[in-house]
């Protein structure tokens, strides 16, 4: 396979925020806010009631500086289906004309960014992995499609009016991210990447999925490494999601991670931010200044469905 890169990364998180004591006494949250706290959450980001999902990805569109006229592809990655679709479903319960239901976002970025040579794909069935499974999916469509150049990758996704902002015992937020895989060299080198679904977890519940996280990881990461003949000392930084910090210690012992080498320093200020985590916390770590050449990054995901994804890169 021809080297694929991965850079122009970007973000952005819901225009309102509240700490963890506020979003508990509005009754956002199952845990007492003193243990998401404890757990590492300082605050969470959600969207105003005119704020949607495709919002989200319009604004991380715009802060990644992407030029619009080299776009080949979009992959459009969304956690839950209903922000697969822009259409408010009363539209379709009042005429029962299911084109209501197709109102398609991808669709909408490529038409209002001017993306006119660009086809779209959509991804919804990843849950918050679904992000490193548009990039996973776009470096194989370079490799397929040598008329390819550059692949959009973005992720949006807000949480319904009523919806509870714990997951897992994880505090979310509602945001976006988007990135470029592309045969340009720049940024990171994508050295591989792995996939695990296990169905039968697919309506875990919370206790199941923290039992199931740790095993899996493991395998995720460990089946990346070997696929590119490297273990964990070849390792620089490990950037996981942002989750539960009373997890970390456990996956890290695990994983033989040493305390230098985990960067998710993104987690009290953003939360868990649904399929955004990855992005996010690879670019607080440009923009901390702490990459050097060469050095090798391995980035990971777990959620629901339930789906394990990883990304092994390389900063060139």
Known sequence: ???????????????????????????????????????????????????????????????SNIDPSIVDCIVYATCLPLNANLCPLSRFEGSGDVKHLMDFPASRLQADHGMENAFVVGLNQQACTGMLGSVRLARNMLAGEPDLENILCITADRFPVGALYEQAYNLISDGGAACLVSRRPEGFRILATHHLTNGALAQASDDQTVGSFFTYVHRVV???????????????????????????????????????QAFFESMPECGHVISADNVINLALLESRGALSTGDRVVTFMAGFGSNWQCLLLERI
Request: proline residues 4%.
């Open 222 to 260: 460990s089946e990346t490494l070997a696929k590119a003949e490297l273990d964990m000392a070849d390792i620089r930084w490990v950037v996981p999601q942002n989750t539960n910090r009373k997890a970390w210690p456990i996956l890290a012992s695990l994983l033989g991670v040493a305390d230098d």
């Open 1 to 63: 396979m021809s080297d694929v890169y991965l850079n122009h990364l970007a973000y952005a998180l819901g225009g309102c925020s509240q700490d963890v004591e506020a979003a508990g006494a509005a009754g956002l949250l199952l845990s007492p806010a003193a243990a998401l706290r404890d757990a590492g959450f300082d605050k969470h980001h959600y969207c105003a009631p005119d704020e949607d999902a495709y919002g989200l990805a319009r604004q991380a569109l715009a802060a």
